[in-house]
């Protein structure tokens, strides 16, 4: 099993750039989401989906945007790239309900100049 | 979902047991514990979790006090490796809108 895979490792943008971090896992599990580490912190939930065609924003959704339309991918797009987006990006997945744990995927390394 | 309370940093000597309190008074009945560590800005890794009961696995000890309002992580022989950022969470379930805190630094000392 690959778990949960993210694309590309590393990306240095321009700002105003668009571009799209992928992430896909293989263990059909029903709910993905994306976070946002920065320097120091904590992970911070931008949006999440508990099943395919069904996305919702967490905690700081500004300036990204997903769509899930299989249970393997959940895309996230910077519509144009801002330096204050600069951070790494972690993907997750894991069953819907349950007591039941989460997979990570190792992070995108984005920075925005 | 609840939150949660970690020293921000603690050390501990390598082969000793390591002690990662968490406080989460305002945990309710459906919640569950949930323990994860992050090496060098890595993915976040599951350790172990659990409801009441106490809980052991290959990795750690979970104790959850009989009232719930506090746990506590134990990595019987700490070694190097075990150096990371643990994070303590409460969740029911699903992970719908889970938010991680900064966590505690652990160092394993040689």
């Known amino acids: 099993n690959a778990g949960v895979t993210q694309t590309p490792k590393f990306q240095v943008l321009k700002t105003g750039q668009s571009m799209t971090l992928q992430c896909a896992q293989d263990?059909?599990?029903?709910?993905m989401s994306w976070y946002r580490q920065d320097p120091g912190m904590g992970l911070r939930l931008i949006h999440y989906?508990?099943?395919?065609?069904?996305?919702d924003q967490g905690e700081v959704p500004n300036g990204y945007n997903v769509s899930r339309s299989t249970t393997e991918d959940f895309p996230l797009r910077l519509l144009s790239a801002a330096p204050s987006q600069t951070s790494v990006y972690f993907c997750?997945?894991?069953?819907?309900?349950?007591?039941?744990?989460?997979?990570f995927g190792q992070g995108t390394r984005l920075t925005v100049v | 979902d609840a939150k949660t309370t970690q020293p921000p940093s603690m050390d501990c000597a390598e082969g000793r047991a390591a002690n990662l309190p968490c406080n989460h008074s305002?945990?309710?009945?459906?919640?569950?514990v949930y323990w994860y560590r992050q090496i060098h800005s890595q993915g976040p890794q599951y350790i172990i979790h659990?409801?009441?009961n106490n809980e052991t696995n290959e990795m750690a000890s979970l104790i959850i006090t009989e009232d719930r309002k506090s746990s506590t992580l134990i990595l019987p022989h700490a070694t190097l490796r075990d150096t990371a950022v643990y994070y303590c969470?409460?969740?029911?379930?699903?992970?719908?809108?889970?938010?991680f805190g900064t966590g505690t630094k652990l160092q394993v000392i040689p």
């Open positions: 997750a997945s894991s069953y819907r309900t349950g007591s039941t744990e989460a997979f």
């Open positions: 263990m059909n599990h029903e709910y």
């Open positions: 989906s508990v099943g395919a065609g069904i996305t």
């Open positions: 305002t945990i309710s009945g459906n919640e569950y």
């Open positions: 659990g409801l009441k």
């Open positions: 969470i409460v969740n029911s379930g699903g992970y719908q809108k889970v938010t």
